[in-house]
């Protein structure tokens, strides 16, 4: 039950942010993810610093690179243990939203994912044009860690 459970605690972050920033609006998600055989530490490192989330704290505004497409906002929660670490931003840009950016081990590999859940009237229209340039961003940001 513990190993179920500890995917939890970004998701429960995400809706709270929805809940208080975001309720009601119409919206729109994706999720991708890379698998590699690095540690999960060295892919949290390569994730964050990629996209100009090392070292986040809570309250900071941080804003990543123009590609594959910028993320700017408020960061809301950082989390790291020996099971998982993420980031919960709250985005102003590409559209106003929520990532939940973050890696996860199993037995000698990592996993890195992001999930995008982006709100306003353009949502669906935003998340089917960000989904396919975020996927190819993380299979050749981490191609070279399996």
Do not use: C
Request: charged residues 25%.
């Amino acid at each position: 039950m513990e190993g179920f459970e500890s995917g939890w605690p970004g998701f429960f972050e995400v809706l709270r942010v929805y809940l208080s920033h975001f309720a009601g609006e119409k919206a729109a998600s994706f999720s991708v993810m890379a698998n590699t055989q690095a540690g999960q530490l060295s892919t949290w490192r390569r994730l964050t610093e990629t996209l100009g989330l090392a070292g986040a704290n809570v309250g900071e505004e941080r804003s990543g690179p123009q590609q594959p497409e910028r993320l700017s906002g408020m960061v809301e929660r950082v989390r790291q243990d020996d099971k998982q670490r993420f980031v919960v931003l709250r985005l102003n840009a590409p559209a106003p939203g929520i990532a939940l950016i973050g890696t996860y081990g199993t037995d000698g590999s990592a996993n890195a994912s992001m999930a995008l859940y982006l709100y306003g009237d353009d949502a669906e229209q935003r998340a089917a044009e960000g989904e396919p340039k975020w996927r190819n961003w993380f299979g050749e940001t981490f191609k070279h860690s399996r």
